[in-house]
């Protein structure tokens, strides 16, 4: 699909809004991460790739879940083993995972097949050793999906509730305390600076406004420019959203 045809297919949903500058690159990817200036993803048979310049390199290995951030980069595999990308290396490390964020500064954390959530302080997450077992920490609660930024960490559940975890930290990582927030989402991220993007059972997008150091809950849900694309994942970074749809086609917007 053109740029231009996929303008033409958001026009009819922007109602008074400006349009997106968007447009689907070539590929395709069920789930995708991006931090700092890079872009990973994995596709469907498990293959696993980064962004260089305007070309996909796929990278060695074999993974279902990726991300990318100030802690490295991690992935988690169809048996929720653990690995981390050490000198262009998959090095796998204690714990089982099936969904795991690098995105907290220095710590990384996620969540289980029974939805326990845990996380991984600095120390440990910078020292990272396979011959010995990491100290992952147990969150109280449930969530499907857990993703950290400079204010915090947000979660979703398995009925797609919203939640926000208060007072975490890079050492100790655990938090403090649950806060339910209004809306319900299917997945959520939240990017390095702070931002929280997430996409709704509909495939809607949408952005927390409001978010501050003083009030890292934010003050209410945006949706992206009316844009619905059918979309099942998203991740911010530099200005640019980058959106999977259920067709597992990417699509690179301009903020």
């Known amino acids: 699909m053109m740029l231009w045809e996929f ?3 958001l026009l009819p949903l922007l109602a008074g809004s400006s349009a997106l500058d968007c447009i689907e690159i070539p590929g395709s990817l069920k789930q995708i991460d991006a931090s700092n200036g890079q872009v990973f993803g994995v596709n469907s048979a498990g293959n696993i790739y980064t962004l260089y310049g305007d070309s996909w390199v796929q990278v060695p290995g074999s993974l279902k879940h990726v991300t990318v951030g100030p802690a490295g ?3 988690v595999n169809n048996n929720n083993n653990i690995y981390k990308l050490v000198g262009g ?3 796998q490390v204690t714990g089982l995972l099936k969904q795991i964020d690098a995105g907290g500064d220095m710590f990384v954390n996620g969540v289980n097949m029974n939805d326990d959530i845990y996380c991984l302080s600095r120390p440990p997450t910078v020292s990272v050793n396979s011959d010995s077992a990491l100290p992952w920490v147990n969150i109280a609660g449930k969530l499907k999906y ?3 930024g400079v204010w915090g960490c947000w979660g979703v559940n398995s009925a797609d509730d919203i939640y926000f975890r208060f007072d975490v930290t890079p050492d100790p990582c655990a938090g403090s305390r649950w806060e339910q927030i209004p809306g319900k989402l299917s997945m959520i ?3 390095t600076e702070g931002s929280v993007y997430g996409v709704n059972s509909a495939g809607q997008v949408y952005r927390r406004e409001g978010i501050t150091k003083s009030n890292p809950v934010g003050t209410s849900w945006t949706q992206v420019a009316n844009f619905i694309c059918n979309c099942k994942h998203v991740s911010y970074d530099l200005g640019l959203l980058w959106l999977i749809t259920d067709q597992d086609k990417i699509v690179k917007c301009r903020i």
């Open 189 to 191: 991220e939240v990017g």
């Open 146 to 148: 857990y993703s950290c």
């Open 73 to 75: 980069v991690w992935g």
């Open 89 to 91: 290396r998959w090095q």
């Open 7 to 9: 303008l033409l297919l």
